[in-house]
């Protein structure tokens, strides 16, 4: 990897960090209402399996999706507007936190219902082997998704009719508050596909380069073999379920241990100081950049109208 | 022209469909090789192949998530349930992803998808095959419900449904499958939102869909015959949205007003019909809006209990006569 573009993905992760954190502030100043699921801690999966995403992909994921949007490259004053109720926002303000979507770059949301993406991504995979489009399916999901039946009936579908679906399990350890080693049998999650004779390649999601590397394996099999893959990326989230999360079920030193020695980004600088021999100015600056960007975006969320209520019941029917 | 069994009438607007339009499928369990549970997709699979008659497991709530996602990548699939009351695996996907994303996503994204196979009740079957669904779905925002009663109605609404950039429900019923009705040629498709007068009447207006139009048409010819009640009959079609001003219209002519259905009087169709009839004919009624249903129980295997059970004849020729005064 060049420097400008090894940089060019420091600037997307830093991109997300500065967004949520906005985001946060935002909530707590009741700008943003309702459910707001951040990101923060699991910035590296996102932009390194983004890395693999060509034109003709298409990509679904569950309603903590702020990341997956700007990582495509939606400009971040867009996505805030959503989270801010706004008409500018990229939904017009009726979507929300949890329902983000691009059309024109295959980004198929945002669902608020755990697990509903993964069949849904599966028919996104077959239309992608009806069409002949050689594209194929991005589809995520979590550990607390990971027991839903209908991940596994999915499976099955992609399985027999061999669909070009890249399943992405984001092991961020805990569904809402209940940690994987108590939800799920034998901590299993690495073998959910065995059965189906889907193959699953685990990568530590918290290291950026090995997920670029691990993902685009994945990416490039699926696209050779038609067929499903599935990757388990361990990583971490370090705020709550969402914005309302007392986080009683887990210790402030678990959260800060981890920070401190597994945090994406701040690994990912180290990178770019020891392999590309970059100042910590040169760092400093993007982060800085970054920061007025996301102000940009913020002041454009707030500053822009509520939707009329004349759309209310605009975009029922077609 | 040539009468055609509902059935064929539904296979027949598929297959034009798929011919005119490469990006339409059929999926659901047994529609390939088997030819469908009911026989409704029998030579499709041989004429479209089975990367268009796809067989699927039997795993509802993930093909029908399948379908919706597959209708938002620019496909139209027509999903075929066995029943409808198998549907309700797969109901979080119809409710909150097919009906809501259009709405959700300001206009980006739509599911052009159709939800089909029958609904209702098809007698012996007992209560978990046994159920109407329509005022289920017709209480979602975002979806089209259609129930047709003739085969051209079946031909011509399906043709019209899979055109559709909205995902309609298209309930049919078991019983009407080999029913046989004249197909009028030269109709394009028929409009997904409109009802239809079957018989002019001026004493009492009957609503009904699917099945039910069967027993109004029946109970019409008894009131003439032997009860000198000129009724007048609205095949509803459309359950969402409902056609309100041919309701009203009827009303304003008649003054009174029977729904008839298989569904369970709460929440029902009925109950939407009476409320239409209260806020835009109240000063037109001579009786008061009333209704016929299933009885408020889980329908049952007796026979005799399940005779008992649904509207019949004689139930609601009693009702008219009750409204309109005549012993």
């Known amino acids: 990897m060049r420097a400008e573009e090894a940089l060019d993905i420091y600037y997307k992760m830093a991109k997300i960090r500065a967004f949520e954190e906005k985001a946060a502030e935002l909530y707590t100043k009741g700008s943003i209402v309702g459910f707001c699921h951040l990101y923060t801690g699991q910035e590296a999966v996102i932009v390194g399996i983004s890395q693999n995403f060509t034109k003709a992909d298409s990509i679904i994921t569950s309603y903590r999706d702020h990341g997956h949007l700007l990582a495509i490259g939606v400009e971040p004053r867009y996505v805030m507007a959503e989270l801010c109720g706004k008409i500018t926002g990229c939904s017009k303000g009726k979507g929300g936190s949890m329902h983000l979507y691009n059309r024109s770059r295959n980004f198929f949301g945002g669902n608020g219902i755990v697990g509903a993406q993964v069949s849904i991504g599966t028919g996104l995979a077959l239309a992608h082997k009806y069409k002949s489009t050689g594209g194929i399916a991005f589809i995520f999901f979590g550990d607390g998704a990971a027991n839903q039946g209908q991940v596994y009936e999915s499976f099955n579908m992609a399985a027999i009719w061999k669909l070009p679906a890249l399943y992405i399990l984001e092991n961020n350890r805990y569904a809402l508050a209940t940690p994987t080693e108590r939800s799920t049998v034998r901590n299993s999650l690495k073998k959910r596909g065995d059965p189906f004779g889907i193959r699953t390649i685990c990568v530590d999601g918290m290291n950026l380069l090995e997920v670029i590397q691990k993902s685009r394996d994945a990416a490039n099999q699926v696209r050779e073999k038609l067929e499903p893959l599935i990757l388990h990326v361990d990583t971490y989230r370090y705020k709550g379920h969402s914005m309302s999360d007392p986080e009683i079920y887990r210790s402030r030193s678990e959260v800060d241990s981890i920070r401190k020695t597994r945090d994406p980004i701040a690994n990912f600088a180290a990178v770019l100081q020891e392999r590309y021999g970059l100042d910590a100015e040169v760092i400093e600056k993007i982060d800085k950049d970054v920061m007025e960007k996301i102000e940009i975006a913020a002041r454009f969320a707030l500053d822009s109208p509520a939707p009329s209520e004349a759309s209310l019941n605009m975009d029922v029917l077609l | ?327």
């Open chain 2, 1 to 327: 022209m040539i009468k055609t069994a509902v059935r064929y009438a539904i296979r027949d607007a598929m297959a034009e469909e798929m011919r005119r339009d490469s990006s339409v499928f059929l999926l659901g369990e047994e529609v390939g090789r088997f030819g469908g549970a009911y026989k409704v997709s029998q030579g499709l699979l041989r004429e479209f192949g089975d990367g268009r008659v796809i067989d699927a497991p039997i795993t509802e709530h993930a093909f029908t998530g399948l379908g919706v996602g597959a209708s938002m990548a620019g496909l139209r699939p027509i999903i075929e349930f066995m029943t409808f009351n198998f549907a309700m695996q797969a109901i979080d996907q119809i409710v909150n992803t097919a009906a809501k994303t259009f709405f959700m996503s300001g206009g980006n994204i739509s599911c052009p998808i159709v939800f089909r196979g029958p609904n209702g009740i098809p007698r012996g079957v007992a209560a978990q095959h046994s159920q109407c669904f329509a005022s289920w779905y017709a209480h979602v925002p975002g979806l089209r419900v259609v129930s047709p009663y003739t085969s051209a109605e079946a031909y011509y609404l399906l043709k019209a449904a899979i055109r559709s950039d909205s995902p309609v429900i298209f309930l049919e019923h078991e019983l009407l499958y080999s029913k046989e009705f004249i197909i009028p040629p030269k109709m394009e498709v028929m409009p997904l939102d409109k009802a239809s007068i079957v018989r002019e009447g001026t004493d009492i207006t009957l609503t009904a869909f699917s099945i039910c139009v069967d027993h109004a048409i029946k109970v019409a010819e008894v009131l003439q015959d032997q009860h000198d009640i000129s009724a007048e009959i609205i095949n509803l079609i459309s359950l969402r949205p409902i056609d309100k001003p041919t309701i009203i219209q009827s009303v304003q002519k008649t003054g009174r007003i029977l729904n008839i259905e298989e569904g369970w009087p709460v929440c029902s169709i009925g109950s939407e019909i009476i409320s239409i009839v209260c806020e835009g004919a109240f000063d037109y009624l001579d009786a008061e809006p009333s209704r016929i249903c299933s009885v408020d129980a889980p329908i049952p295997y007796a026979p005799n209990l399940e005779n008992a059970a649904l509207p019949s004849i004689d139930k609601i020729v009693r009702a008219v006569k009750k409204l309109c005064g005549k012993r």
